[in-house]
């Protein structure tokens, strides 16, 4: 299984970007799927996810009300629309495949499958 997180770039305070995270593998409708982010000299943190089987989602307070996740309807591809972004908001972003499909956590420990992430700053 491969994953590719893209989407990333410079956007201004207040502003809104939209990631997305593609999948190679035709059980990716099944998998559950986190969103991570890592600034610099920070530990990987989980920001959101949705789990393989019900596709309930879950947020971490940092982010809960101003990003959303959603997929694609040929379920290849999950979004990750961020809005009113903040400085604090600038990290690497990453997407990975839950070790479970019923359930999801926003813990990278819980995550395997690990794909390129991509670069979002935010800066005036």
């Known amino acids: 299984v491969q994953l590719q997180a893209s989407g990333g770039g410079l956007v201004e305070p207040g502003g809104s970007l939209r990631l997305s995270c593609t999948v190679s593998?035709?059980?990716?409708?099944?998998?559950?799927i986190g969103w991570f982010r890592q600034a610099p000299g920070k530990e990987r943190e989980g920001i959101s996810c949705?789990?393989?089987?019900?596709?309930?989602?879950k947020y971490a307070d940092s982010v809960k009300g101003r990003f959303t996740m959603s997929r694609s309807s040929d379920k290849n591809t999950i979004f990750l629309q961020m809005t009113n972004v903040k400085p604090d908001d600038t990290a690497v972003y990453y997407c990975?495949?839950?070790?479970?499909?019923?359930?999801?956590?926003?813990?990278?420990?819980?995550?395997?499958?690990w794909g390129q992430g991509t670069q979002v700053t935010v800066s005036s």
């Open positions: 593998d035709y059980a990716f409708g099944r998998d559950t």
């Open positions: 990975a495949t839950g070790k479970t499909r019923s359930a999801c956590t926003v813990v990278p420990g819980d995550y395997e499958n």
């Open positions: 949705v789990d393989g089987i019900m596709r309930r989602t």
